[in-house]
């Protein structure tokens, strides 16, 4: 019963290193979702996804980049990592079936740009 | 215009008091609306839901949405030290691709 799936927990990138996010759900949802989170803040959604193959741009893309190849996984890369990155970045997925568009939400991630 | 707006907070209740929490949303054909709970450290979990306007209740919770004054709230009854949390308001935006956007967050203390 794993729902969401992020890897790692932890991380600690140096300024400019580039890292790639994980995220795999196993509930077989249409919906991805990528948010960050920073501290004593809500949610700000970064990228997102309808399907295999469909992603769109979220409140705050910048610096950020996603594919979906699969149902399952949803990857978010950074690629030029900034101190302003810093943050804890949470998956999510949803089946958006009529009007419950339930989300689910992986453990989070949290990051460092040193 | 923030999409979604809450009070920051922290709004502090006594144990055993009901707790108001307050959020509103700019996008008229937002059509699905959700108050998740937050505790430090800890990924959202959803406690509620409410699509249509009027009263929810589920427990001590209850959803209340008003679509022409484009508003949302969550009561807690006989709020618990373990209610102390942040409650974050969601709403899925209609049109095109849905997405699910989040408010600010509230933070909740329940002091005994």
């Known amino acids: 019963n794993a729902g969401v799936t992020q890897t790692p927990k932890f991380r600690i990138l140096k300024i400019g290193q580039s890292m790639t996010l994980q995220c795999t759900q196993d509930?077989?949802?249409?919906?991805m979702y990528w948010y960050r989170q920073d501290p004593g803040m809500g949610l700000k959604l970064i990228y997102y996804?309808?399907?295999?193959?469909?992603?769109d741009k979220g409140e705050v893309p910048n610096g950020y980049n996603v594919s979906r190849s699969t149902t399952e996984d949803f990857p978010l890369r950074l690629e030029l990592a900034a101190p302003s990155q810093t943050s804890v970045y949470f998956c999510?997925?949803?089946?958006?079936?009529?009007?419950?568009?339930?989300?689910?939400f992986g453990q989070g991630t949290r990051l460092t740009v040193v | 215009q923030k999409e979604v707006e809450q009070n920051s907070g922290p709004l502090s209740v006594p144990e055993g008091a009901i707790a108001s929490l307050n959020c509103t949303y700019s996008d008229r054909g937002s059509q699905s609306f959700f108050w998740y709970r937050q505790y430090s450290g800890k990924s959202p979990e959803l406690i509620m839901s409410i699509y249509s306007n009027g009263d929810k209740e589920d427990g001590r919770f209850t959803a209340q949405l008003n679509k022409a004054s484009q508003y949302v709230s969550l009561l807690i009854r006989d709020s618990q030290p373990s209610d102390s949390a942040t409650y974050l308001c969601a709403v899925n935006k209609a049109g095109g691709y849905n997405k699910l956007i989040f408010g600010a967050g509230t933070r909740l203390a329940v002091h005994p």
């Open positions: 996804s309808v399907g295999a193959g469909i992603t």
């Open positions: 509930m077989n949802h249409n919906y």
């Open positions: 999510a997925s949803s089946s958006q079936q009529g009007l419950n568009t339930e989300a689910f």
